[in-house]
């Protein structure tokens, strides 16, 4: 995104209910039910969703009562817990194929430890980081706020809130923001798509949507009323897996910085933190937020690679898009690299990643959330590496 003048930026979001969130929590909750069984299991698993049917496949390598079956119970009990119960697709009576199968031995070959070779990287590939002070959570500010919406209808629709009656688990967002000078200012469009029972109206769904958008939002950022934009097509009644195939990965934009930033070409839901896709990109936000945390910079983005079997990463890249504060960007990246073990064993320890931590991950974005320290969820976004990066850089406590 550009720092200067004036200027539209977009991003979506959507909700658990969506096809493709359905699919990748039921794939983290495969991998969280290895983790707990074995901190060190195996799992790439991948989850196709439609009309009344779940298909899981891929490989994995854990404990063999981990059966098929008790995956295809936790795959309804996932599905119950987001809300599903239509005909179309329901936890109670949709059929669930399980195609999981054994990690590759070629594959295990490179990432185990084993005699002086330390733990490999999964897979080759990019991953990204990206930080910066749009909002407190220290996200850019369109998918901080689109997330936030469907969020807040979520909760309300959890806990029956009357003012959310009728409406389904199936939504998304969509959030314009106008951006002066570089920061934004307010929000120029809102879309909400929503599934919702037969007998709502249109009328009915905006007027319970407007003060819901309105209070997410900063105070004075509400769209026009004209440019508030809600279930366009005129009634959202077929929704989830039944009125579209859900499948895991398929929403990385969403699952990221909503296109304000680069992002890998590999999706994270259902894999361990051995691949490097997921626990990379994890360190990558860790570290680029700590350098905007610790004043060195208003925006980073950071970029590693990685080759499969190897331990260390092949580069690090730093930019701080000009807004560095006196900071080096090639000294800022040999400091990062003294400060934390990028290798996969070092990533993984270093945010505990070997724990059944990923279903709440699933939806609502991977990064910008709040770390619980009693759950061990999001240990991605803590800002402890601050002091050591304002020491580095001669900067007051």
Same mark, same amino acid.
């Given at each position: 995104?550009r720092?200067r003048?004036?200027y ?12 493709d969130?359905? &699919? ?13 069984a074995d ?19 891929g ?10 079956e @008790? ?13 599903y ?7 109670? /009576? ?15 070959q ?14 080759q ?18 998918? /901080?706020?689109? /997330? ?9 629709? /959890?806990r029956?809130?009357? &003012?959310v009656?009728g ?16 920061k ?27 003060p ?15 440019e508030?934009?809600?279930?366009p ?9 039944d009125?579209?195939?859900g ?10 910085y909503?296109?304000a930033?680069p992002?890998?070409?590999g &999706? ?19 570290l ?7 004043g ?9 690679? @990685? ?9 690090? @890249? ?9 900071v ?17 064993r ?17 939806a @609502? ?8 320290? &009693? ?20 900067f007051?406590?």
């Amino acid at each position: 995104m550009r720092d200067r003048g004036e200027y539209l930026f977009t991003s979506e979001s959507v909700s658990e209910g969506h096809p493709d969130k359905v &699919a990748d929590r039921i794939s983290d909750t495969v991998l969280d039910a290895y983790l707990a069984a074995d901190p060190h299991a195996r799992v790439a698993c991948e989850t196709l969703v439609t009309t009344n049917r779940i298909v899981l496949a891929g490989e994995v390598r854990g404990p063999e009562t981990i059966t098929a079956e @008790y995956l295809a119970h936790l795959a309804r009990m996932a599905v119950r817990d987001i809300g599903y119960d239509q005909e179309g697709f329901s936890w109670r /009576h949709a059929d669930v194929q399980c195609y999981l199968h054994s990690q590759s031995p070629d594959i295990a070959q490179g990432v185990d430890q084993r005699d002086n070779k330390d733990e490999g990287a999964g897979d080759q590939g990019i991953m990204f980081g990206y930080a910066c002070r749009e909002t407190e959570a220290l996200m850019p500010a369109p998918i /901080h706020y689109a /997330h936030a919406i469907l969020r807040r209808i979520s909760e309300m629709r /959890h806990r029956n809130d009357p &003012a959310v009656r009728g409406l389904l688990p199936d939504a998304k967002s969509q959030v314009t923001l106008r951006y002066v000078d570089g920061k934004p200012v307010g929000a120029t469009s809102v879309v909400v798509s929503i599934q919702h029972v037969a007998e709502l109206d249109q009328l009915e769904i905006r007027r319970m949507l407007w003060p819901i958008v309105e209070d997410v939002l900063p105070a004075g950022w509400m769209c026009p009323e004209s440019e508030f934009h809600v279930n366009p097509t005129g009634k959202f009644v077929i929704g989830g897996p039944d009125g579209d195939c859900g499948l895991t990965g398929r929403k990385i934009i969403v699952d990221t910085y909503g296109g304000a930033a680069p992002h890998g070409g590999g &999706a994270f839901s259902g894999k361990d933190p051995t691949k490097v896709d997921r626990s990379a990109a994890y360190m990558c936000r860790y570290l680029a937020k700590n350098v905007v945390a610790a004043g060195l910079a208003e925006r980073c983005t950071l970029q590693v690679s @990685y080759a499969i079997g190897l331990s260390q990463p092949l580069s690090l @890249y730093v930019d701080l898009h000009g807004t560095g504060h006196d900071v080096d960007e090639e000294r800022l990246g040999r400091v990062l690299r003294e400060l934390v073990d990028l290798s996969p064993r070092g990533i993984r320890e270093r945010l505990a990643l070997n724990r059944p931590i990923y279903t709440p991950t699933s939806a @609502y974005g991977h990064f910008g959330r709040e770390p619980d320290e &009693a759950l061990g969820t999001f240990t991605w976004e803590r800002t402890d590496l601050v002091p050591e990066l304002r020491a580095a850089f001669g900067f007051r406590s």
